[in-house]
Structures are given as C-alpha cells and as structure tokens.
C-alpha cells in the first residue's frame, strides 16, 4: 500500500494522474487578475492566443512532479468554487505574479483563464517549507477572482474607478475558505500556511501583507468553524471585501 | 511512616500541580508586547507594569526616573502590526523575537523594530526584554541574540542564558510553529 505524502494531501495526490495539457478546463490561481478590457492588450505582449508552447503561455512549469499533483487540487477548486477555467503556466519574467481574467484565452469554453507565472512558481518552490501550500494558496486567490466573474460580483467589488483591494479581499477570503474546508476534511492539512505566505505578498493595491492575511483568516473561520457552504462564503467573502 | 509518606507525596504532587498551573500563565507574547510598549509610549496604566519581572521594572524605572516613559518609543506612533519571527523555549521560560510595525514614524534609524521578549513561566512575568532596529537582509534569530545597541531590560542577558536543548525539529515544524503563533486560530 502506497501512502500519500503530506506534499500529496496538499496538492490533491497523485491518484488522478493527468497531462499538464488536461489542466485546461480546470482553473486557478493567482496573485492579479485582469479586467476584461484589458485582455486583448495582455495576450499580444504576451505573443500567445493558442500558440501557447510557442508563446510565452505555456503548458509547462518545469516542475513535472508538481503538475501532476496540481491537477487535482484544480479540480478540487473547481468543484468547491463552481466555476471552470482554463488553467496554464506564462513566463512572467521580472514580475513574479499569476493572473486571472474573465476570458477564455485558453480553451475557449470555461469560465475564464488563470495563469500561474514560471517565476513566482520557482520563488515559492524555493520556500524551506510548505511550498506546495503556497502554492495552492495562489491558485485559490485566483479561483476567487474566477468565481468573482462568475456571479457577477466583480462590478460591486471594483466599480468604475475604483482600485482592485476590494476584489483582492474578496479572493484572499475565498483562498482561506478553501483551506478551512481543506482543513475539516483533513485535519493536519497546512491551512495556517495560506495566511503565512499570503502575508509574504503585501503591498499595492493588493492591501498590506497584514489586510491580507485578516481577509485569510476571516475566510477559513467560514469554512473551518462555521462550515459554511460556498454560496454563504462567497456571499461572506462579497460582505467582507465591501466593508473594507 | 506510611502517613509519613503519604504527606511527602502530596506534597510533591503539589509542587507539580503548582508548575503545572504556573506555566499556563504564560501569556500571549504579542499581546504582552503591544500592551508594554503601549506603557512605554505613555508612561501608563501602572498596571501594565506589572507584566514586567522585579529585576526589569526596576530598571525601567532607572532608566526612565521613574516615569516609565521611554520617548524615543513614543516617537515610533501607534503600532500597526507585530509577527513572531523566531521563539525558544529556555529552563526559565519561552523567549520570542517579534517585529512590530509602527504606524508612525519609527525609531532613529527608521523602519520596523525587532522586539526580544523573553517570560519566566513560573510567574508569567517579563525577565528579558530588549528591541534593535532591523538590519537589512538578516532575520533576528534567538541564537544570535540582540545587538546590545539598544537595550531595555536583562543586561546582556540572551548571551547568559543556557542554551536551549538541540531539538530535531524540522524546516516545516519551524515554519509551523511560526505561523501558528502568529495566526492561532488556523491551527486550533
């Protein structure tokens, strides 16, 4: 009998093997996400559209092992959160950061796109612990900014005008939903690591590492303590990103 | 004899239940921390004092004439933000290193403060408490100690103090001890 290692508990394990290339149509991520208009500007200096392995969107990270297992934890977001998007990985170069957009860039049939970015991946695989937790963390930030799209709550979170904390609030309370189920389900799962590493990425309009780690907390209190189920936390996360 | 005995036991069975009680008085560092250097900022409550030990209120009051009032604090504004960077477990009790953002202007040379707040847990009291400006690139570790730049508190103490029993813990046991001291609650 093979036991899964915590590295597999926290990525979704190894069971579900998939092609990096399936992760389409799985959805994640992220650290940014970028308003509809916006998009069209973002594929061309990206040089992608489909040509993704010519592009600098690609289908692969460099870290094998690491796709695998995130395939499933994809898929356990899109299935917590209700929503589809495409997922892939794009060299973001000097700009350490993974996007989410309204768009399909990708497959053309979802719920949206996210892309994780080659050189924030390499950062957090740096970490000395708990990289794969980091990791998932981003991926659910930006699952958040995806189910934000998916009902429509993005025109309350950033009318006209205004800045994107409230839709950043909004996906950091979401990604701490997803480790307090995580959590019920699993008690030794890594959830504290969510709001340690988000901390670590403070700063802009994203809020300070403080506000987002709160916005964290807050989420996984509604999935751990109060067993919310993700409709109320999302009505919680929309409520919390507005009171901010 | 046997009754003796028995009252020997009881007797140590006491003690134990005594440490036992004493070491879950311990209180939360960073709320301690917050609440002192609040104290510091405006020389009060008085019984904010009262978390410190007889050797370090002592010489607060020496080195404040007995106001209880350090200016240089005051001048760093409210605080914004503490994390535990590092903690220790030592014979007398657990010693953190904690970093406290301040909100306003911060102390001479600018920037967060790093905090070494050390506890007796028999009585749950301050024994050590120092804080140095933080140097560019390098973490503040309990093995390496504070800089004796700025000193409130034991007089050099974190060199006087036995070292901490070699533990086997982890990367991943350190950065989740860390976490779980600064986000409790994720980890109940």
Same mark, same amino acid.
């Given at each position: 009998?093979?036991?899964?290692? @915590?590295?597999?508990?926290?990525?979704?394990?190894?069971?579900?093997?998939?092609?990096?290339?399936?992760? @389409? =149509?799985?959805?994640?991520?992220?650290?940014?996400? #970028?308003?509809?208009?916006? /998009?069209?500007?973002?594929?061309?200096?990206?040089?992608?559209?489909?040509? #993704?392995?010519?592009?600098?969107? /690609?289908?692969?990270?460099?870290?094998?092992?690491?796709?695998?297992?995130? +395939?499933?934890?994809?898929?356990?977001?899109?299935?917590?959160? =209700?929503?589809?998007?495409?997922?892939?990985?794009?060299?973001?170069?000097?700009?350490?950061?993974?996007?989410?957009?309204?768009?399909? #860039?990708?497959?053309?049939?979802?719920?949206?796109?996210?892309?994780?970015?080659?050189?924030?991946?390499?950062?957090?695989?740096?970490?000395?612990?708990?990289?794969?937790?980091?990791?998932?963390?981003?991926? &659910?930030?930006?699952?958040?900014?995806?189910?934000?799209?998916?009902? +429509?709550?993005?025109?309350?979170?950033?009318?006209?005008?205004? /800045?994107?904390?409230?839709?950043?609030?909004?996906?950091?309370?979401?990604? =701490?939903?997803?480790?307090?189920?995580?959590?019920?389900?699993?008690?030794?799962?890594?959830?504290?690591?969510? &709001?340690?590493?988000?901390? @670590?990425?403070?700063?802009?309009?994203?809020?300070?590492?403080?506000?987002?780690?709160?916005?964290?907390?807050?989420?996984?209190?509604?999935?751990?303590?109060?067993?919310?189920?993700?409709?109320?936390?999302?009505? @919680?996360?929309?409520?919390?990103?507005?009171?901010? | 004899?046997?009754?003796?005995?028995a009252n020997i036991l009881l007797a140590a069975l006491a003690a134990i239940s005594v440490v036992t009680t004493a070491e879950a008085q311990v209180p939360d560092p960073?709320?301690t921390?917050?609440?002192?250097?609040?104290?510091?900022?405006?020389?009060?409550?008085?019984?904010?004092?009262? *978390?410190?030990s007889?050797?370090?209120?002592?010489?607060?009051? $020496?080195?404040?004439?007995?106001?209880?009032?350090?200016?240089?604090?005051?001048?760093?504004?409210?605080? $914004?933000?503490?994390?535990?960077?590092?903690s220790k477990a030592f014979p007398l009790g657990p010693m953190?290193?904690?970093?406290?953002?301040?909100?306003?202007?911060?102390?001479?040379?600018?920037?967060?403060?790093?905090?070494?707040?050390g506890f007796n847990q028999a009585t749950g009291k301050?024994e050590?408490? *120092?804080?140095?400006? %933080?140097?560019?690139? $390098?973490?503040?570790?309990?093995?390496?100690?504070?800089?004796?730049?700025? *000193?409130?508190?034991?007089?050099?103490?974190?060199?006087?103090?036995?070292?901490?029993a070699?533990?086997?813990?982890?990367?991943?046991?350190?950065?989740?001890?860390?976490?779980?001291?600064?986000?409790? %609650?994720?980890?109940?």
């Amino acid at each position: 009998m093979i036991l899964p290692s @915590r590295r597999d508990v926290v990525l979704g394990g190894l069971l579900t093997f998939l092609p990096v290339d399936l992760c @389409r =149509g799985q959805g994640a991520s992220g650290g940014c996400w #970028i308003p509809e208009q916006d /998009t069209d500007d973002f594929i061309s200096s990206h040089n992608s559209g489909l040509d #993704i392995l010519g592009g600098k969107i /690609t289908a692969k990270s460099g870290f094998d092992h690491l796709e695998v297992a995130l +395939n499933q934890t994809l898929s356990k977001l899109s299935a917590m959160f =209700g929503v589809l998007p495409s997922f892939s990985f794009y060299d973001e170069a000097s700009d350490p950061n993974a996007k989410a957009m309204k768009r399909d #860039i990708i497959a053309n049939q979802s719920d949206g796109t996210v892309l994780l970015g080659t050189t924030l991946l390499q950062d957090l695989m740096k970490l000395p612990a708990f990289a794969d937790a980091a990791i998932v963390a981003v991926c &659910a930030h930006e699952y958040g900014h995806i189910l934000s799209y998916a009902n +429509n709550t993005i025109a309350q979170l950033r009318p006209k005008g205004a /800045t994107v904390y409230r839709a950043e609030q909004f996906a950091d309370f979401m990604s =701490g939903y997803y480790a307090g189920v995580r959590k019920t389900d699993v008690p030794d799962f890594p959830a504290v690591m969510f &709001a340690d590493s988000t901390k @670590r990425y403070g700063g802009g309009e994203h809020g300070t590492g403080e506000q987002r780690a709160e916005a964290v907390v807050e989420g996984f209190k509604r999935g751990y303590i109060a067993k919310d189920k993700p409709v109320a936390a999302a009505q @919680r996360a929309l409520d919390f990103a507005l009171s901010r | 004899m046997r009754s003796r005995l028995a009252n020997i036991l009881l007797a140590a069975l006491a003690a134990i239940s005594v440490v036992t009680t004493a070491e879950a008085q311990v209180p939360d560092p960073q709320e301690t921390l917050e609440t002192i250097i609040g104290a510091f900022q405006k020389g009060g409550p008085p019984v904010a004092y009262q *978390t410190l030990s007889p050797l370090v209120f002592n010489l607060v009051a $020496s080195q404040t004439s007995g106001s209880g009032y350090y200016p240089q604090i005051a001048a760093a504004g409210p605080i $914004s933000s503490t994390e535990i960077l590092d903690s220790k477990a030592f014979p007398l009790g657990p010693m953190y290193v904690i970093r406290v953002t301040h909100a306003g202007s911060a102390f001479a040379s600018g920037g967060p403060v790093d905090w070494f707040i050390g506890f007796n847990q028999a009585t749950g009291k301050i024994e050590y408490l *120092t804080f140095q400006t %933080v140097a560019a690139g $390098s973490a503040p570790t309990i093995e390496k100690g504070a800089t004796a730049s700025q *000193t409130i508190g034991g007089i050099d103490p974190v060199k006087k103090l036995p070292k901490p029993a070699p533990t086997d813990e982890t990367p991943q046991e350190k950065a989740l001890r860390l976490a779980c001291a600064n986000f409790p %609650v994720m980890c109940k």
